[in-house]
């Protein structure tokens, strides 16, 4: 199994049979996880995200937007957009034009991302968050 089909079998067993998910592992930030609907190409968007709190507004510390395409069993996910508000970062990897069409790809940052979310997934996995007996709380 490659990364993307790691991320993306990872993603939609996080998910289950609900549009979005709070975990809990204990000493750690909770995790969402959210189908946040569609891209402009018709690919599933999820949302992976750890929220914190400062003065009273929450914070993604930090939140990745994935898509989700391919077929049957070899669904693949790719990272589409990083954003930590703690750090005023927010990071696309493509940029669109007014009707929604992809216009440039950031070949750079998208290996950044696809990185990032490799030792992210093997963090979570480290922390508890993967495990089946995690305490989720479904959100919708």
Sequence with gaps: MNNDQFFANTLLQLLGDTTAVRLTSDGFMPLSVEDIGSSAEGYRL???CHYGEQNGDLMRDPDMVFA???QGDCLMAEPLSF??????????V????????????????KKELKSFAR?????LKAQGFLDKETP???LS
């Design 83 to 92: 954003r930590n508000d703690y750090m005023s970062i927010n990071q696309e």
């Design 119 to 123: 030792m992210w997934f093997r963090n």
């Design 136 to 138: 989720r709380e479904r």
């Design 94 to 109: 493509y940029r669109y034009d007014d009707h929604g069409k992809r216009t440039h790809v950031d070949l750079r940052l």
């Design 46 to 48: 999820i949302s992976i």
């Design 68 to 70: 989700i395409y391919g």
